[in-house]
């Protein structure tokens, strides 16, 4: 589980970090509806729902400004995970070669989950932990220093916006 788990986020962050898109001006939000989630996002934002990755996932690259560095990339992926949400925790950022955080309690939504930020050679993670029944919902946006400050607030608005609509047993 662990290898699969570091393979598919491996995978997604590489597909997410060679992805740059032009930038459309435009501060309009849209809302995203997956299987068992919602969520909103920016519509200059370019985004992939294509499920390649073979998990339900949902991932977002923010405008490009002529600097790669300015990219920040946001991500939703949903894990079968019968443990409880702080062993989720553990077993999936233990898999990291990265400095982190504590996890911090936080609201997602208007639900409770987990926060931890993890720094890996100057790529800021600012990772979201949710669980709902065998479902860890795991929501991340990641980029260098200046992205972060750039488009942070975006992020972390889509990830208030994000809800459960349908979650599997």
Known sequence: MKLKIQAIFCIISLYIFIQCKDNKPNTAWDTYNGESFMIDYPTNWDIDSTGQFNVQAFTCLSPETGNAEETLSFGIVMIIDSTDLKTAI??????????????????????????????????????????????????FFAGHPQAVKLWGGNALKMVNSFRIINHAN
């Open 90 to 139: 553990d077993n999936f950022m233990g898999q990291w070669d990265a400095n982190t955080s504590k996890a911090l309690p936080t609201e997602i939504g208007n639900q409770q989950g987990m926060y931890v930020e993890a720094n890996t050679e100057g790529i800021i993670f600012k990772n979201y932990f949710l669980k709902k029944d065998n479902i860890l919902y795991y929501m």
